[in-house]
Structure formats: C-alpha cells, structure tokens
C-alpha cells in the first residue's frame, strides 16, 4: 500500500484541457457582432468562444487580418500544457479582401483575372507557408490536438444571388474549393485534424433562404463572413474535437 501511495504521489497531475484559439477573421467572429475586441474583432458568437466555455483554460487570440506571416504574435499564448489548438488562417495571404473588393466593383473578367491570381498563389505560395505556421504551432505546443478549420464556399449554388452575377459567383466558390484542398493538404502533412466547413454551409451561402454568410455589409469588413448562425455551425461541427 505504502508503494502505490509513493508511486501516486511521484506521478505528474494530469493537464487540465487548454484550448488556444488561433486566426484570422474567420476565427476571431468579424461579421458575427457582440464584440468583444474592436481592433482584432473578436466576437462573443465566434466559434473559439463558444466551444471555449466548455474548458477550465481558454485563450483566444485570433484576429481580424491575420496572415500566416502576422500570426507569430499569437503563437506567444501557446504552451506545453495546451491540449487543443484550433486555427483558420491562410485566407488573407492570397488576398482575401482585395479579391472580394474587385469582383464587387469590377466585371466579369477583371473579377476572374483577380481570382485566378489568388489561385495561383494558393498552388505555390500557400502550402510552404501553412507548413511554416503548423510547424510552429507544434513547436510550441507539442501535445497539442490542431484541428484546422476550413472556410466554406461563400454562395450556394442556383441560389439567384444577385449580389454578384453567376461568373463571379462561381469563380470565387471554385477557388474556395481549392483553398480547402490546399488547407486540406497542409494539416495532413502536420498530421493535423481538418474541418471542411463546405458541406455544412452548402445551403445556406450568402443569398441562401436561411444565410450563414454575410453579403456586403457596413462596416465593409464584415462583408462575406460567417454571421452568427454561420459561427454557431461551426462550433456544431467542432464538437468532436476536445
């Protein structure tokens, strides 16, 4: 009895759950209101923060404009006693806001000229640097589970969405879909979990009867963002991960 009771005390305690949020606008809940953080616009409704409350420790760290570049700040918040790390990011290395702002403005061909761009970047400049990013994220938080979240495609197909005509529309769902599978691609060679956010969303894009995007919106960079629907589906879809 003496032994068992050595050997329970010289064992390490357990880790209490920490989960870290990292990100980009999509993390940090732009377009969803009740903020809670102007300058990076975090959101109460944001998926970190609703799957946070289910964990004695919580960090959310994610902020509107991150890149993969920019987000090392938030990489301080990361700790060998992190469990869990959940990350959206990727989207505005290739020009997120810029592609958005030139189809709304633009034509047919200035918006697909601008998109294919994007898509280029995403083929050869993405993957080397969410490589980069996940990499870090394991450095710093080796027990971690990473669960990467995708970002889903903006419209719902044969919607009639006249906020931007069908070229535009499937212009930018196309580059979506290889955005996730870049992304996808990322997080298996991180021997991370990804959550393709595209079949939840799949009926309800932004001029969906019961929308979970954003259209264009005041203030502007709220524009084509999960609203708070969109973030409570992806706090559904993040259930399993803890």
Not at 68 to 94: F, M, Y
Not at 134 to 162: E, H, K, M, N, S
Request: hydrophobic letters at 45%; glycine letters at 10%.
């Amino acid at each position: 009895m003496a032994g068992v009771l050595a050997v329970a005390l010289l064992a390490p305690a357990p880790i209490a759950p920490e989960y870290v949020a990292l990100g980009d606008s999509y993390a940090s809940g732009a377009g969803a209101g009740s903020y809670v953080d102007g300058a990076c616009r975090r959101s109460a409704n944001a998926y970190p923060a609703l799957r946070g409350k289910d964990f004695p420790s919580f960090r959310f760290v994610a902020c509107s404009g991150a890149t993969t570049r920019s987000l090392r700040p938030q990489l301080r918040a990361l700790t060998p006693a992190t469990t869990l790390v959940t990350i959206t990011i990727g989207g505005n290395d290739l020009g997120f806001a810029d592609v958005l702002t030139t189809c709304t403005l633009n034509g047919d061909r200035a918006c697909g000229t601008r998109v294919a761009q994007a898509r280029e970047f995403t083929r050869s400049e993405l993957p080397a640097r969410l490589d980069a990013t996940y990499a870090a994220i394991r450095g710093a938080a080796p027990r971690a589970q990473l669960v990467v979240v995708g970002y889903p495609r903006l419209f719902t197909p044969d919607d009639g969405c006249r906020a931007l005509s069908a070229a535009k529309r499937m212009a930018l769902n196309d580059a979506a879909d290889e955005l996730a599978a870049v992304v996808a691609g990322a997080a298996e060679r991180a021997r991370a979990r990804f959550v393709d956010a595209r079949e939840a969303f799949a009926d309800h894009g932004v001029c969906a009867a019961e929308p979970w995007m954003n259209g264009l919106t005041t203030p502007v960079g709220d524009s084509y963002h999960p609203n708070k629907a969109g973030q409570a589906a992806y706090a559904r879809i993040l259930l399993g991960f803890r």
